[in-house]
């Protein structure tokens, strides 16, 4: 039987609004909400036969409530567009490793401790080495980020999603190489549509 890998599960099932999204959010760049980030998820949307037929089964997230077995994933996110309030934004993740994620974590709790579900790491209050390694082990895990996979619509605060889908082509082909923490295009209701948000 031919395992399934990741990408061929879908993270977010079709039942929105979708909330709590994300247990675990590290937002790196904030305008009236955050623009750029890492986020960590855990899954369950398939059943506990077939995720372990297909050997993606890894056991309860630490600190959930059950025993459910739960698979973890990560993403790096950038914001692509917003409305013209900035209430509703449209983000792209791409895939990381979620060990890649906790390193970041583990970096940045030098300087304060995590606040979930929506922590905004102190990075300038880190001592000097500290810091180096903190942005380094950033710098690392953002260099290691795989192509964007979905396109997400979701509050300013990434807590509630109201539509998500797999990235067309097309669409990835639209996003630049490089992020900079604010909206890539002036193009609300096109994103809109590719991620198949009512506006």
């Given at each position: 039987?031919?395992?399934?890998?990741?990408n061929?599960?879908?993270c977010f099932?079709?039942t929105?609004?979708?909330?709590?999204?994300?247990e675990?959010?590290v937002?790196?760049?904030?305008?009236d909400?955050?623009?750029s980030g890492l986020?960590?998820?855990?899954?369950?949307?398939?059943?506990?036969e077939?995720?372990?037929?297909?050997?993606?089964?890894?056991g309860?997230?630490?600190?959930?409530s059950?025993?459910?077995?739960?698979?973890?994933?990560?993403?790096?996110?950038?914001?692509?567009?917003?409305?013209a309030d900035?209430?509703?934004?449209i983000?792209?993740?791409?895939?990381?490793?979620?060990?890649?994620?906790?390193?970041?974590?583990?970096?940045?709790?030098?300087?304060?401790?995590?606040?979930?579900?929506?922590?905004?790491?102190?990075?300038?209050?880190?001592?000097?080495?500290?810091?180096e390694?903190?942005t380094?082990?950033?710098?690392?895990?953002?260099a290691r980020?795989?192509?964007?996979?979905?396109?997400?619509?979701?509050?300013?605060?990434?807590?509630?999603l109201f539509?998500?889908?797999?990235?067309?082509?097309?669409?990835?082909d639209r996003?630049?190489?490089?992020?900079?923490?604010?909206?890539?295009?002036?193009?609300?209701d096109?994103?809109?549509e590719?991620?198949?948000l009512?506006?």
């Amino acid at each position: 039987m031919k395992r399934k890998s990741m990408n061929e599960y879908d993270c977010f099932g079709s039942t929105f609004p979708l909330r709590p999204v994300f247990e675990k959010v590290v937002s790196l760049g904030w305008y009236d909400g955050t623009t750029s980030g890492l986020a960590q998820r855990s899954l369950c949307q398939t059943s506990v036969e077939e995720r372990a037929q297909n050997g993606v089964l890894r056991g309860p997230v630490p600190g959930s409530s059950g025993d459910a077995p739960r698979t973890l994933c990560a993403f790096r996110y950038d914001i692509v567009d917003w409305d013209a309030d900035q209430d509703r934004r449209i983000f792209v993740l791409s895939p990381i490793a979620v060990r890649e994620f906790e390193r970041v974590v583990d970096s940045f709790g030098e300087s304060d401790s995590p606040t979930w579900p929506l922590w905004s790491p102190k990075l300038w209050q880190l001592p000097s080495p500290a810091k180096e390694r903190a942005t380094v082990e950033l710098d690392r895990c953002l260099a290691r980020a795989k192509c964007p996979e979905y396109l997400v619509a979701s509050d300013r605060r990434l807590e509630t999603l109201f539509a998500a889908k797999r990235i067309t082509t097309s669409a990835r082909d639209r996003l630049p190489p490089v992020f900079d923490g604010l909206p890539v295009s002036n193009d609300f209701d096109y994103w809109a549509e590719c991620v198949g948000l009512r506006t």
